[in-house]
């Protein structure tokens, strides 16, 4: 709706919105709200915008610009969180209800046993599947007795989208942008019906540029490994199919046995100039095997029992 995007600009918090988080298709439960909308140290979803839409046809929410983390189980700052009513309760236009100290640190609460919570008087919970307003603890007062009197609704549909932030966004498909700009203008019904296929439609569209940006990541590895000097690359025999890679590959693990067979004394016995391991025999094996340090016991002796 035009006016959470004004919310978002005035309070400079604007940005490309990228749904999360649906009850309606991951489940109205807080263990599917926090597996999709938690931040878990990533840095993605930092910011988040919470859409709710009542049974009796309401739609009120909020935004956080700190990041939900059910294993935190405190209350956390966010100075630039408030909550919103678009329409319902008894409103007549929609209404953005601030915090009333924007330094307050119960501005939201991790809870895993809550789906999103803001204000230390719970403001506005989401419990099982209904929602409930009693504002004015935290955020400002609403225009309307519905929000302040501790009222519950049964929530119809609940949306969580990720705010991206404008100065990290990830290269977005051409008509990301306009696809994320809900339709507000019809009636409830139809903007409903009309939003929901529009944001199927950018999920599905986001999924097919990921797969084509990730195709060209692929494409340049390809090329890049086939424009360098072959003498790193080793072919081997797994089980009948020759596969290419490098050494480098093979020694990532110092420490490992795989890395020893291709150290540089190894390397240098088998030489560069023939690309192919050679096909070892048991007793090649058993050599080798004679001549490396530190084999683990339980590894030695299932070599000793099958020589």
């Given at each position: 709706a035009e006016s959470i995007k004004h919310w978002l600009q005035e309070d400079g918090s604007a940005g490309t919105m990228t749904l999360l988080y649906?009850?309606?298709r991951d489940g109205l439960s807080p263990g599917a709200f926090h597996d999709k909308c938690d931040d878990n140290d990533s840095g993605d979803n930092v910011r988040t915008l919470v859409i709710i839409e009542t049974k009796e046809?309401?739609?009120?929410g909020g935004y956080s610009n700190t990041p939900w983390d059910c294993f935190n189980g405190n209350y956390i700052g966010a100075d630039k969180a408030f909550l919103f009513a678009l329409s319902g309760f008894n409103t007549t236009s929609p209404c953005k209800m601030k915090l009333k100290d924007k330094d307050d640190v119960e501005a939201i609460m991790n809870d895993g046993d809550h789906g999103p919570v803001f204000g230390g008087g719970h403001d506005l919970c989401v419990e099982g599947s209904r929602v409930y307003l009693d504002v004015g603890h935290t955020y400002e007062?609403?225009?309307?007795?519905?929000f302040n009197c501790n009222e519950n609704y049964e929530i119809n549909e609940m949306e969580v989208f990720q705010v991206s932030d404008p100065g990290k966004q990830k290269q977005l498909s051409p008509c990301s942008e306009k696809k994320a700009t809900l339709v507000d203008r019809f009636t409830r019904e139809v903007n409903v019906a009309i939003n929901q296929k529009w944001l199927t439609l950018q999920e599905l569209?986001?999924?097919v540029f990921s797969l084509e940006e990730s195709f060209k990541d692929e494409i340049t590895f390809i090329d890049s490994f086939v424009s360098r000097d072959t003498s790193g690359v080793v072919m081997l025999n797994v089980s009948g199919t020759m596969m290419?890679?490098?050494?480098?590959?093979?020694?990532?693990a110092e420490d490992s046995v795989l890395a020893q067979q291709f150290d540089d004394t190894k390397w240098t016995e088998q030489g560069c100039k023939d690309m192919r391991v050679k096909d070892w025999e048991p007793d090649d094996v058993m050599k080798w095997m004679?001549?490396?340090t530190d084999i683990p016991n339980n590894v030695a002796q299932l070599f000793i029992e099958n020589e």
């Open positions: 649906r009850s309606s046809g309401g739609i009120v007062i609403g225009p309307t007795e519905e569209e986001e999924e290419a890679t490098e050494r480098a590959v093979l020694m990532f004679k001549k490396i």
